[in-house]
């Protein structure tokens, strides 16, 4: 429930919230995904972070997080772990996302001035947005992304949430891929 410093929203799937597979329709564009709601029998786009943050949506709450900045941080990841009151932990897990273009919040920081490109880090944007509270908001607004949760039990503790293959994320070995041009369940080497 909203208590206390436990001020911010974590939405489930919204029902109004469609999502297409157009590799369906056209093989051409397998790999491609557009997400928005129906609206006099079109679909039209989905609410940005910016529109959500100022209305809500008609979408189940899933719980409700005293940190905005790491809510914003698990939409970036796609999912976490979540703490509640009396010591539950639970997975939230992706359920979907709103359809909108994703931008880093690095980037912005960047034009803005207020780091450099050396200096981006998750770690830095961390730092900047929870040093600077009242501009954290606007800043992570530029990314209209906005990533939908579901609830799983944790299962195998030593394992992450489900990947795009429906198996459990490997720490330290799984990584993000863009299925328009890499191929899933393929072993790749990456030297750093």
Do not use: C
């Amino acid at each position: 429930t909203r208590h206390g410093n436990f001020q911010t929203p974590v939405y489930g799937l919204p029902p109004d919230l469609i999502s297409v597979d157009l590799g369906v329709f056209r093989p051409a564009l397998r790999g491609e995904r557009i997400a928005g709601r129906i609206q006099d029998h079109q679909l039209v786009p989905y609410a940005t972070r910016a529109e959500i943050d100022a209305k809500g949506l008609n979408a189940p709450i899933m719980f409700y997080a005293d940190d905005p900045v790491a809510v914003f941080f698990l939409h970036i990841q796609g999912s976490g772990r979540v703490r509640f009151d009396d010591g539950t932990i639970v997975r939230a897990d992706y359920a979907g996302q709103n359809g909108q273009l994703y931008t880093a919040v690095g980037r912005t920081l960047i034009a803005r001035g207020a780091l450099t490109r050396a200096d981006v880090s998750l770690q830095s944007i961390r730092r900047w947005l929870k040093a600077n509270p009242r501009a954290a908001h606007t800043v992570m607004e530029t990314n209209a992304s906005y990533v939908f949760f579901k609830e799983d039990p944790i299962g195998d503790p030593a394992l992450g949430a489900k990947g795009a293959e429906g198996v459990a994320l490997t720490p330290v070995a799984s990584l993000a891929l863009d299925p328009r041009v890499d191929a899933l369940g393929v072993r790749y080497f990456i030297s750093t």
